[in-house]
């Protein structure tokens, strides 16, 4: 794994896409930390970071649209794969690679509470805790621009498919919104979502037995709980989505400074889970 990273961070710094991620977002972080801090005497640098997230959903698709595209089509994934080296290791590798670049400007904007400490009121822990959000939430995102790269072999596909994921992640509550919240249509909802798991569970297993299982056994307990307490599926569709809002969590730390616990953990699982799906893809492809 340590020769991996090694090799990914050099590669991103080699090249122009390291420092182009680190200086652009540098840059708009410094603008909003002018516009709202130095000039309209903001206390709370957490207003600048937030201000800054649709920079960061823009940019990260450049970041991770080769990281597993660009081997696929040289070809260059057959080396790694068969390395004496585990498809994990390489998918961790690359991953940490990616983390390193996005560390980068956020050790830089650990200067600006400082600058606001020197010069007046400052909320050093609210601020410190929002860079570690916005950080994780950088995670989270380069987890999903890492899983849309291993599933394609083109680069512009990748970076498409993975701006059209996070476009969705923004506007997430106001999706949400628009889902029913009746009983019955929180029973469809959460069946559509049952099968888009087993759909899952399918493209990773190839093996119909246990995703018929999967489907069975889900389907049973909510149409149970459904006959059971209808009544307790009014309003739980969107009640159930909501909580994984990944902009609800980061404003938990930068508009209400508070250090929120489940967003934490909210972040901390997802990517869990789509590193592990990465890796998942990968060994398919692998033993294809």
Known sequence: MKAVYKR?????FNSMIGWMFTAV????IGIY?????????DAYFSTALGATLFVLMVLVPILTMRSMAEERRSRTDQLLLTAPVSVTAVVMGKYLAMLTVLACPLVI???CPLIIHFNGTAFLLADYATILAFFLLGAVEIAVGLLISALTES?????????????????WDGLVAY??????????????????VCFLVNALSSNWKVTAAVFVVGAAAIIGGYAAASDRFAGLLPDVLGRFSLLGAFDSFSVDHVFDV????L??????LLVFLTVQVVQKRRWN
């Open 8 to 12: 990914e961070v050099q590669s991103y």
């Open 25 to 28: 977002l540098t840059a708009f």
């Open 33 to 41: 930390f002018m516009a709202y801090n130095l000039f309209q005497g």
């Open 109 to 111: 904007a650990c200067l």
């Open 155 to 171: 680069q512009v596909l990748s970076a498409v498919g993975t701006f059209g994921l996070l476009l969705v992640l923004y506007l």
């Open 179 to 196: 889902l029913p919240s009746t009983a019955g249509g929180s029973l469809a909802g959460l069946l559509v979502i049952l099968a888009l």
């Open 262 to 265: 489940r967003g934490v953990l």
């Open 267 to 272: 972040y901390l699982s997802l990517i869990a």
